[in-house]
């Protein structure tokens, strides 16, 4: 019992982590989203101040997601500290990625997307904005409602879905463009980074599952 009742409070305590670090990577997310509108609308003069925003905010997940390894690493009584492991690292992976896309734009700088494209990228961003918010509030209710954080877990999935669509439809554009070729690929490598970003979210969707049917019972 004694062992029990610890596990569980070291458990609580990672998950209180958890959700600080969730809070930053949707900061992270929503700071990237700026940048692409921005970039989008042909608007220049912030990009520099948001990409140093985000890069704060990586810095800042990645400091917090050390903390929770650190935590999960001395909790030995924790009954599903792998499955937290997996939920830090895949957590923060986006918030890399989300860097990751942040440069991407650097090259696209002297190029702006007709309404098409525009439309395209915005309908990615709408459902990674839904799979994140949904992750971040799955975890912020792993220590009240396990049922509502599956609920919101299987969210997460239908955006990750929606993802996958938009991004099939904008590369099948693309290719049928004529654009420049060194334009397209970075236009490829931008969808295709949005696309990792909404993964990662599945992924800590699935731990967030797993952990929260263990709760339940």
């Given at each position: ?114 309404t098409k494209i525009k439309n395209q990228i915005k ?95």
């Amino acid at each position: 019992m004694t062992l029990e009742i610890t596990g569980n409070r070291a458990e609580n305590k990672a998950i209180g982590i958890a959700q600080d670090h969730a809070g930053v990577v949707l900061q992270a997310a929503k700071t990237l989203r700026m940048m692409i509108e921005d970039w989008m609308d042909g608007q220049k003069e912030r990009q520099k101040e948001l990409f140093n925003k985000l890069a704060q905010l990586e810095r800042e997940a990645d400091s917090i997601k050390r903390s929770l390894l650190d935590e999960l690493s001395v909790s030995e009584t924790m009954l599903r500290r792998s499955d937290f492991f997996r939920l830090a690292m895949t957590t923060d992976d986006i918030a890399d990625i989300c860097e990751a896309t942040a440069w991407d734009l650097t090259g696209l700088e002297d190029y702006q997307p007709d309404t098409k494209i525009k439309n395209q990228i915005k309908t990615m961003l709408d459902a990674i904005d839904d799979a994140i918010t949904n992750m971040r509030q799955a975890i912020l209710l792993l220590a009240q409602n396990s049922s509502k954080a599956i609920e919101l877990a299987m969210e997460v999935d239908a955006a990750e879905r929606a993802v996958d669509e938009g991004h099939r439809r904008i590369l099948q554009a693309l290719y049928r463009s004529k654009l420049d070729i060194l334009v397209l690929l970075r236009l490829k490598d931008l969808t295709q980074h949005l696309e990792e970003i909404a993964d990662a979210a599945e992924d800590a969707a699935d731990a967030i599952r797993i952990i929260a049917v263990a709760r339940g019972h």
